[in-house]
Protein backbone atom coordinates (compact mmCIF):
# COMPACT_ATOMS: atom_id res chain seq x y z
CA UNK A 1 0.00 0.00 0.00
CA UNK A 2 3.21 2.31 0.31
CA UNK A 3 4.29 1.85 -2.83
CA UNK A 4 1.30 4.05 -4.93
CA UNK A 5 1.80 7.26 -2.73
CA UNK A 6 5.66 6.63 -3.43
CA UNK A 7 5.16 6.43 -7.35
CA UNK A 8 2.82 9.11 -7.40
CA UNK A 9 5.29 11.50 -5.24
CA UNK A 10 8.07 10.31 -7.67
CA UNK A 11 5.18 11.27 -10.50
CA UNK A 12 4.76 14.73 -8.87
CA UNK A 13 8.55 15.71 -8.56
CA UNK A 14 9.20 14.49 -12.53
CA UNK A 15 6.51 16.65 -12.60
CA UNK A 16 7.60 19.44 -10.92
CA UNK A 17 11.34 19.03 -11.95
CA UNK A 18 9.89 18.97 -15.76
CA UNK A 19 8.26 22.34 -15.43
CA UNK A 20 11.40 23.78 -13.60
CA UNK A 21 13.82 22.52 -16.51
CA UNK A 22 11.43 24.09 -18.74
CA UNK A 23 10.85 27.35 -17.16
CA UNK A 24 14.72 27.52 -16.52
CA UNK A 25 15.93 27.80 -19.82
CA UNK A 26 18.84 30.12 -20.95
CA UNK A 27 17.74 33.15 -22.76
CA UNK A 28 20.47 34.73 -24.57
CA UNK A 29 19.79 38.23 -25.99
CA UNK A 30 21.83 39.05 -29.06
CA UNK A 31 21.42 41.14 -32.31
CA UNK A 32 21.16 39.04 -35.65
CA UNK A 33 23.53 40.96 -37.73
CA UNK A 34 26.29 43.41 -37.01
CA UNK A 35 28.49 45.15 -38.83
CA UNK A 36 32.64 44.76 -38.89
CA UNK A 37 33.87 47.27 -36.12
CA UNK A 38 30.83 47.69 -34.35
CA UNK A 39 29.92 46.86 -30.57
CA UNK A 40 27.47 44.94 -29.56
CA UNK A 41 25.47 44.33 -26.43
CA UNK A 42 23.88 40.88 -25.17
CA UNK A 43 22.59 40.01 -22.64
CA UNK A 44 21.91 35.99 -21.15
CA UNK A 45 19.28 35.69 -18.44
CA UNK A 46 17.77 33.10 -16.46
CA UNK A 47 15.32 32.41 -13.63
CA UNK A 48 17.09 29.94 -11.35
CA UNK A 49 20.63 31.39 -9.50
CA UNK A 50 23.54 31.72 -11.79
CA UNK A 51 26.80 32.69 -10.38
CA UNK A 52 28.36 33.40 -13.24
CA UNK A 53 27.99 33.50 -16.82
CA UNK A 54 30.18 32.18 -19.34
CA UNK A 55 30.43 33.92 -23.20
CA UNK A 56 32.34 32.19 -25.64
CA UNK A 57 33.30 34.58 -28.68
CA UNK A 58 35.61 34.04 -31.28
CA UNK A 59 37.25 31.13 -29.97
CA UNK A 60 37.43 32.31 -26.43
CA UNK A 61 35.64 32.33 -23.22
CA UNK A 62 34.69 35.24 -21.17
CA UNK A 63 33.07 35.17 -17.88
CA UNK A 64 30.81 37.72 -16.49
CA UNK A 65 29.43 38.00 -12.82
CA UNK A 66 25.62 37.11 -12.60
CA UNK A 67 23.50 39.95 -10.82
CA UNK A 68 20.34 39.47 -9.74
CA UNK A 69 17.47 41.88 -11.69
CA UNK A 70 13.57 41.44 -10.52
CA UNK A 71 13.49 37.70 -10.52
CA UNK A 72 15.90 36.97 -13.00
CA UNK A 73 19.77 36.12 -12.84
CA UNK A 74 21.68 38.10 -15.30
CA UNK A 75 24.55 39.76 -16.93
CA UNK A 76 25.47 42.18 -19.90
CA UNK A 77 28.29 41.72 -22.35
CA UNK A 78 29.70 44.34 -24.84
CA UNK A 79 31.44 42.30 -27.91
CA UNK A 80 33.16 43.58 -30.98
CA UNK A 81 32.86 42.32 -34.64
CA UNK A 82 36.68 42.36 -35.65
CA UNK A 83 36.94 45.00 -38.69
CA UNK A 84 38.75 42.12 -40.25
CA UNK A 85 36.38 39.35 -40.07
CA UNK A 86 36.68 36.70 -42.79
CA UNK A 87 33.75 34.77 -41.63
CA UNK A 88 29.46 35.68 -43.15
CA UNK A 89 28.41 34.99 -39.52
CA UNK A 90 29.59 34.17 -36.19
CA UNK A 91 28.23 32.31 -33.25
CA UNK A 92 28.16 33.10 -29.97
CA UNK A 93 27.38 30.93 -27.09
CA UNK A 94 26.76 31.58 -22.90
CA UNK A 95 26.52 29.07 -20.52
CA UNK A 96 25.09 29.05 -17.02
CA UNK A 97 27.20 26.47 -15.74
CA UNK A 98 23.75 23.87 -16.01
CA UNK A 99 23.36 24.89 -19.80
CA UNK A 100 23.84 26.75 -22.76
CA UNK A 101 22.48 28.90 -25.40
CA UNK A 102 23.52 30.13 -28.89
CA UNK A 103 22.73 32.82 -31.33
CA UNK A 104 24.23 33.18 -34.80
CA UNK A 105 25.18 36.67 -36.25
CA UNK A 106 25.57 37.30 -39.66
CA UNK A 107 28.69 39.97 -40.28
CA UNK A 108 27.84 42.81 -42.79
CA UNK A 109 29.71 45.65 -43.79
CA UNK A 110 29.83 49.69 -44.10
CA UNK A 111 31.44 52.05 -45.96
CA UNK A 112 35.06 52.72 -44.64
CA UNK A 113 36.27 55.70 -46.80
CA UNK A 114 39.91 56.79 -47.49
CA UNK A 115 41.37 59.50 -45.21
CA UNK A 116 44.43 60.75 -46.59
CA UNK A 117 47.01 63.04 -43.75
CA UNK A 118 50.27 64.32 -43.59
CA UNK A 119 52.59 63.69 -40.32
CA UNK A 120 56.35 63.99 -39.69
CA UNK A 121 57.88 61.38 -41.70
CA UNK A 122 59.93 59.82 -38.65
CA UNK A 123 55.58 58.46 -37.75
CA UNK A 124 55.51 56.75 -41.27
CA UNK A 125 58.94 55.33 -41.80
CA UNK A 126 60.20 55.15 -38.11
CA UNK A 127 63.97 55.91 -37.50
CA UNK A 128 65.74 52.44 -37.00
CA UNK A 129 66.74 53.88 -33.25
CA UNK A 130 63.22 53.58 -32.53
CA UNK A 131 62.21 50.36 -33.58
CA UNK A 132 62.59 48.36 -29.62
CA UNK A 133 60.92 51.19 -28.49
CA UNK A 134 57.69 50.74 -30.77
CA UNK A 135 58.42 47.13 -29.93
CA UNK A 136 58.25 47.42 -26.17
CA UNK A 137 55.24 49.99 -26.22
CA UNK A 138 53.13 47.10 -27.96
CA UNK A 139 54.24 44.47 -25.22
CA UNK A 140 53.10 47.70 -22.56
CA UNK A 141 50.06 47.87 -24.59
CA UNK A 142 49.77 44.27 -24.66
CA UNK A 143 49.74 43.47 -21.21
CA UNK A 144 47.34 46.42 -20.76
CA UNK A 145 44.71 44.48 -22.41
CA UNK A 146 45.44 40.87 -20.95
CA UNK A 147 43.48 42.57 -17.25
CA UNK A 148 40.27 40.45 -17.29
CA UNK A 149 37.76 41.01 -14.89
CA UNK A 150 34.80 39.39 -14.59
CA UNK A 151 33.08 42.15 -12.28
CA UNK A 152 31.58 45.09 -14.65
CA UNK A 153 31.91 48.59 -13.87
CA UNK A 154 31.43 50.33 -16.86
CA UNK A 155 27.33 51.46 -18.15
CA UNK A 156 26.41 52.08 -21.48
CA UNK A 157 26.51 55.06 -22.99
CA UNK A 158 29.58 56.12 -22.12
CA UNK A 159 30.59 59.67 -20.66
CA UNK A 160 31.72 61.62 -23.51
CA UNK A 161 35.54 62.34 -22.32
CA UNK A 162 35.54 65.87 -24.16
CA UNK A 163 32.48 68.28 -25.44
CA UNK A 164 34.44 68.67 -29.18
CA UNK A 165 32.72 67.30 -32.06
CA UNK A 166 34.02 64.26 -34.32
CA UNK A 167 37.16 64.95 -36.61
CA UNK A 168 37.74 61.76 -37.74
CA UNK A 169 35.54 58.39 -38.04
CA UNK A 170 36.36 55.32 -36.39
CA UNK A 171 37.13 52.60 -39.33
CA UNK A 172 38.67 54.78 -41.67
CA UNK A 173 41.04 53.49 -44.45
CA UNK A 174 44.41 55.80 -43.65
CA UNK A 175 47.04 57.12 -45.85
CA UNK A 176 50.09 58.85 -43.91
CA UNK A 177 52.33 60.67 -46.39
CA UNK A 178 50.99 58.92 -49.92
CA UNK A 179 51.35 55.38 -47.89
CA UNK A 180 48.56 53.14 -46.39
CA UNK A 181 48.57 52.73 -42.92
CA UNK A 182 45.37 50.44 -42.12
CA UNK A 183 42.64 51.61 -40.60
CA UNK A 184 41.96 54.19 -37.97
CA UNK A 185 41.21 52.10 -35.23
CA UNK A 186 39.65 54.94 -33.01
CA UNK A 187 37.74 58.03 -32.78
CA UNK A 188 39.21 62.00 -33.01
CA UNK A 189 37.43 64.70 -31.17
CA UNK A 190 38.11 68.00 -31.89
CA UNK A 191 39.32 69.46 -28.51
CA UNK A 192 41.95 72.82 -27.89
CA UNK A 193 45.03 71.30 -25.86
CA UNK A 194 44.78 71.69 -22.29
CA UNK A 195 40.94 70.61 -22.44
CA UNK A 196 40.24 68.09 -19.34
CA UNK A 197 39.94 64.61 -20.64
CA UNK A 198 37.26 62.84 -18.66
CA UNK A 199 36.93 58.88 -17.97
CA UNK A 200 33.78 57.24 -19.90
CA UNK A 201 33.37 54.88 -17.21
CA UNK A 202 34.45 53.83 -14.06
CA UNK A 203 37.61 51.87 -14.16
CA UNK A 204 41.39 51.00 -13.47
CA UNK A 205 44.26 52.67 -14.74
CA UNK A 206 46.57 49.90 -16.46
CA UNK A 207 48.62 51.87 -18.57
CA UNK A 208 49.38 55.25 -18.30
CA UNK A 209 52.91 55.90 -20.26
CA UNK A 210 54.43 57.75 -23.38
CA UNK A 211 54.14 55.92 -26.55
CA UNK A 212 55.71 56.21 -29.81
CA UNK A 213 52.60 56.71 -31.95
CA UNK A 214 49.89 57.42 -29.08
CA UNK A 215 52.14 59.84 -27.51
CA UNK A 216 51.21 60.48 -24.02
CA UNK A 217 48.81 57.85 -22.95
CA UNK A 218 46.29 56.41 -20.85
CA UNK A 219 44.53 53.12 -20.83
CA UNK A 220 41.19 52.23 -18.38
CA UNK A 221 40.18 48.61 -17.55
CA UNK A 222 36.20 48.86 -16.78
CA UNK A 223 36.17 45.10 -16.46
CA UNK A 224 34.25 42.28 -18.58
CA UNK A 225 36.58 42.99 -21.35
CA UNK A 226 35.86 46.29 -21.65
CA UNK A 227 38.92 48.47 -22.30
CA UNK A 228 39.20 52.37 -22.97
CA UNK A 229 42.16 54.67 -23.97
CA UNK A 230 42.85 57.99 -24.70
CA UNK A 231 45.61 58.97 -26.86
CA UNK A 232 48.27 62.11 -27.71
CA UNK A 233 47.64 63.84 -24.49
CA UNK A 234 49.44 67.33 -23.26
CA UNK A 235 49.30 65.75 -19.51
CA UNK A 236 48.70 62.09 -17.95
CA UNK A 237 47.18 63.10 -14.27
CA UNK A 238 46.79 59.30 -13.02
CA UNK A 239 49.09 56.66 -12.35
CA UNK A 240 48.91 52.46 -13.18
CA UNK A 241 46.76 50.91 -10.59
CA UNK A 242 44.18 53.84 -9.97
CA UNK A 243 41.15 53.82 -9.60
CA UNK A 244 39.17 56.80 -11.40
CA UNK A 245 35.37 57.44 -11.39
CA UNK A 246 32.95 58.00 -14.39
CA UNK A 247 33.97 61.70 -15.28
CA UNK A 248 36.78 62.15 -13.21
CA UNK A 249 39.73 64.25 -15.56
CA UNK A 250 42.65 61.33 -16.71
CA UNK A 251 44.57 64.10 -18.54
CA UNK A 252 44.82 67.35 -20.62
CA UNK A 253 44.34 66.92 -24.41
CA UNK A 254 47.55 67.36 -26.60
CA UNK A 255 48.93 66.90 -29.89
CA UNK A 256 51.94 63.86 -28.66
CA UNK A 257 52.96 61.30 -30.54
CA UNK A 258 51.71 60.99 -34.36
CA UNK A 259 49.05 63.40 -34.95
CA UNK A 260 48.48 66.41 -37.29
CA UNK A 261 47.51 68.81 -34.74
CA UNK A 262 45.74 68.65 -31.00
CA UNK A 263 42.33 66.13 -30.47
CA UNK A 264 41.52 63.29 -28.67
CA UNK A 265 41.95 60.15 -29.89
CA UNK A 266 39.64 57.66 -28.40
CA UNK A 267 39.38 53.82 -28.65
CA UNK A 268 37.19 51.44 -27.34
CA UNK A 269 37.92 48.02 -27.09
CA UNK A 270 35.88 45.03 -26.42
CA UNK A 271 37.77 41.95 -25.70
CA UNK A 272 40.79 42.96 -27.14
CA UNK A 273 39.02 44.10 -30.48
CA UNK A 274 39.41 47.82 -31.07
CA UNK A 275 35.40 49.10 -31.94
CA UNK A 276 33.92 51.68 -32.63
CA UNK A 277 32.89 53.94 -29.92
CA UNK A 278 30.56 56.65 -31.54
CA UNK A 279 26.93 54.87 -30.64
CA UNK A 280 27.94 53.93 -27.62
CA UNK A 281 28.83 57.93 -26.55
CA UNK A 282 26.29 59.74 -24.81
CA UNK A 283 24.99 62.43 -26.97
CA UNK A 284 26.01 65.88 -27.11
CA UNK A 285 24.77 69.14 -28.77
CA UNK A 286 27.41 69.80 -31.54
CA UNK A 287 29.37 73.16 -30.88
ZN1 LIG B 1 42.83 59.07 -34.05
Not at 205 to 219: E, H, I, K, P, R
Request: charge should be positive; hydrophobic fraction near 45%; include cysteine.
Amino acid sequence: MMKLPALAGAALLLLLTLSVSAFAALVLDAPDRVARGDAFLVLASSPQPVRRFTFSWGGKDYAADAYQENDRWQAVMLLGMPLEEKQASRTLTVSDGAGAASASVAVFDRKRPVQKLTVDKKYVSPPPEVMARIKDDRRKVARALAVYSSFRRWTAPFERPVDGGVSSLYGLRRVFNGQPRGFHKGLDLRSPEGTPVKACADGVVTLADNLYFSGNAVYLDHGLGVVTAYLHMSKILVRPGDSVRRGQTIGLVGATGRVTGPHLHLTLLAQGQSVDILPLLEKVEKR
